[in-house]
């Protein structure tokens, strides 16, 4: 079972660049959510989806942005790299709805590194 | 607006010790608490939640946690630690609506070390 699938797992950037991170989940989750993991600082909220066309923010949300055509898909992309994006990036999703527990699935990671 | 704080950034014990994570919740709603756990280079894995009924709840590997409304706490233990119990520890809460149940809120984690 793939389960949630994140690419790539490992990228480097300069300052400027644009890039966009790749999140798939084969659950038919309706939630998606984008996650960075910073050291001492536990994993901070940077967007999240409730389903196919809506989006919206999170704790941390400057610098990023985020769409949602498919329940499957749930990319984040950044603008204009800057060193302060430096992190690893974790897209989770969750069963949505009436019963929802809110156990959140993880994907295994992207780190970027910003130059 | 919820939050959580792990008490202790580093704990070490020794093998067969008794391992306690501490986490102490805020809420203005009844939430839904979560222990993940996170091994090098991997992403995060459930341990445990509780969601209602018994406080005390048992998970994998061994660990369980009890929900004290009254302390708003929901501290992790597992009596007997393995060398495979190495991994760093994140709690998090989240509230009942169905609409942002899935939100969690996490706190900046617990490394844990198991010596010999």
């Known amino acids: 079972n793939a389960g949630v699938t994140q690419t790539p797992k490992f990228q480097v950037l300069k300052t400027g660049q644009s890039m966009t991170l790749q999140c798939a989940q084969d659950?038919?989750?309706?939630?998606m959510s984008w996650y960075r993991q910073d050291p001492g600082m536990g994993l901070r909220l940077i967007h999240y989806s409730v389903g196919a066309g809506i989006t919206d923010q999170g704790e941390v949300p400057n610098g990023y942005n985020v769409s949602r055509s498919t329940t499957e898909d749930f990319p984040l992309r950044l603008l204009s790299a800057a060193p302060s994006q430096t992190s690893v990036y974790f897209c989770?999703?969750?069963?949505?709805?009436?019963?929802?527990?809110?156990?959140?699935?993880f994907g295994e990671g992207s780190r970027l590194t910003v130059l | 607006a919820q939050s959580v704080t792990q008490l202790g950034s580093h704990v070490s014990v020794s093998e067969g010790a008794l391992v306690l994570l501490r986490c102490n919740y805020s809420s203005s709603v009844p939430p839904y608490l979560f222990w993940y756990v996170q091994y090098p280079n991997q992403g995060l894995q459930l341990l445990l939640k509780?969601?209602?009924?018994?406080?005390l709840v048992k998970g994998i590997n061994g660990f369980e946690a009890e929900f004290k409304k009254s302390e708003t706490s929901f501290h992790l233990t597992k009596p007997s630690a393995h060398m495979s119990d190495a991994a760093e520890y994140f709690c998090a809460v989240s509230d009942r609506a169905a609409g942002t149940a899935s939100k969690l809120t996490f706190g900046t984690g617990t490394r844990l070390q198991v010596t010999l």
């Open positions: 509780y969601t209602t009924g018994a406080t």
């Open positions: 659950m038919n989750h309706e939630y």
């Open positions: 989770a999703s969750s069963f949505s709805g009436t019963g929802n527990t809110g156990e959140l699935f």
